[in-house]
């Protein structure tokens, strides 16, 4: 009953390094996306997958790219962090079709010296 | 843009009081969906609701849908430490948009 797992729990960057984040889910499903969660501002769409080989940008896409090889991965890179980039960064997936259940991962939690 | 506004920001209580929160869209809301997130966690589906005027009922919460589908509010009624968390209302439309939330503190 793993579900969604994210790597690593807590991570600390200096400005300019680069990093991945990875998300795994096994329950096969279609659908994976990343969100940011910042104080008083919700959680915000980065990226999303609706398939292998399928990715598009979300609300917040600046600064970060994904992709998917795989169903089951989706990793997130952040390419030259920044401190704005300090953030909690939650994954999540679902079986793609229309109200379905999101499964949230339990987040990574990210800061940017 | 679709913007979601939860209301109120912070909610602190005894155990045992009633609480009711409330989610106002700014358009017609596609599919709603509450969650509630512990510390440490991530969100965690509450129920989902589609049809104007729907009332769900899990336990002790109660969620409301508007006839208009603009609005939401969450009434969760005796009120236990258990139900601390910060609670999300989400529009899925394919993809969810998410309010700010409420942060609910129940003191025991």
């Known amino acids: 009953n793993a579900g969604v797992t994210q790597t690593p729990k807590f991570q600390v960057l200096k400005t300019g390094q680069s990093m991945t984040l990875q998300c795994a889910q096994d329950?096969?499903?279609?659908?994976m996306s990343w969100y940011r969660q910042d104080p008083g501002m919700g959680l915000r769409l980065i990226h999303y997958s609706v398939g292998a080989g399928i990715t598009d940008q979300g609300e917040v896409p600046n600064g970060y790219n994904v992709s998917r090889s795989t169903t089951e991965d989706f990793p997130l890179r952040l390419l030259s962090a920044a401190p704005s980039q300090t953030s909690v960064y939650f994954c999540a997936s679902s079986t793609n079709r229309g109200n379905e259940k999101l499964f949230f991962g339990s987040g990574t939690q990210l800061s940017v010296l | 843009t679709q913007l979601l506004e939860q209301s109120p920001q912070f909610l602190s209580i005894q155990e045992g009081e009633n609480l009711t929160v409330y989610c106002n869209s700014s358009s017609v809301f596609s599919s709603l969906q509450w969650y509630r997130q512990e510390p440490g966690e991530g969100p965690v589906l509450l129920v989902t609701?589609?049809?104007?005027?729907e009332v769900k009922k899990l336990k002790r919460l109660t969620f409301q849908f508007g006839d208009a589908r603009k609005d939401s509010s969450l009434h969760i009624t005796a009120a236990q430490p258990g139900d601390t968390g910060l609670y999300l209302c989400?529009?899925?439309?394919?993809?969810?948009?998410f309010g700010a939330g409420t942060t609910v503190t129940v003191r025991a």
């Open positions: 989400a529009d899925y439309d394919y993809k969810l948009s």
């Open positions: 609701v589609v049809t104007g005027g």
């Open positions: 329950m096969n499903h279609e659908y």
